[in-house]
């Protein structure tokens, strides 16, 4: 697993140990820490280890399967490393697909949601080509997993490497990091400290956010699968950036105030997954409400600041 001391690859990680297998992560550590995997380093099962794989990706022995996961992917970090996020979209990605080839293994790309830009389709089927800007800022993401999805249909058709592409929409849960910027961390921040919660343009762009367990589930489905993909795994409830700020509010039970900030440059205005695919190939839905997931994100950011706190 590339990227696996990352929120989603931690959560990954944790899962596929879970279920039996052993894990090798490798990580460099630049928008992820060793903390968000530190519980697992007493299993025997899992080994942790510091690479860019930009630089190379090397793993003794045979693996079964790769997942390659490692990327800034949250706007506040890819804004600030644009060159390493496309370094690892396209050299990084280069690399994992070379691991698979070299040892027979199954391929899953994590891609993203962002490949379909400002969607002119709403919702977006995999059939969708997106419109994306590649050379506005958010550019140098959306591009790089356009090329890393290029590339590993490239290695299935040239050299039968074992691929599967996840386009993952907006995800939540504990491990995020209170300040990468992105929407549901941000607020709950803002909320538990009482602060103004920034929300941008006239919150009315719409996002659908899927709480990580559910996540999981389906791309582990997927990774058991023979499906090539693309397969879109996320939670088609659709909401205004507005009243998700509110909902946080009341379930953190703050009085902030809501602020409305610019929106940022090439914000996409909807995004909302048609899981068709993933319903009728993998039997997969997401099963948590919305209320639930935050509910747990906001318990488990309340414990770390009181854990911080305590320190
Ligand atoms: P994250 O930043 O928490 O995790 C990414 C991990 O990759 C980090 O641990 C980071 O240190 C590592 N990394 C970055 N460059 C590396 C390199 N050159 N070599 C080795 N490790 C490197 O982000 P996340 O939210 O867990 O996202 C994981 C993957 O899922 C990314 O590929 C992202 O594009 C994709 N994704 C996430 C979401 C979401 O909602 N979280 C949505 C769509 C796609």
Redesign the pocket.
Known sequence: M??G?????SHLCEQLLADGHEVIA???????SPTNVEHLLQHDGFRLVR????EYVHVPGPVDQVLH??????PI?YLLLPI?TM??GSI?TLHALGLAKEKGARFLL?????TYGDPQVHPQPETYWGHVNPVGPRGVYDEA?RFGEALTMAYRRTHGVDTAIVR????FGPRMRPNDGRAIPTFIRQAMQGEPITVAGDGSQTRSVCYVDDLVRGLLLLLRSDLAGPVNIGNPHELSMLALAEQIRDLVGSDSEIAFIDRPVDDPTVRQPDITLAVSELGWAPQIELDEGLRKTIAWFQRQASDGAAA
């Open positions: 590339t990227g001391a990352g929120f989603l690859g490798l990580d460099n550590f630049l928008t992820g690479a860019d794989v930009t996961f490692a990327s800034p992917a949250s970090d390493e370094k690892v990084g994590a891609s993203t949601s962002e997993k993952i929409f907006n995800t």
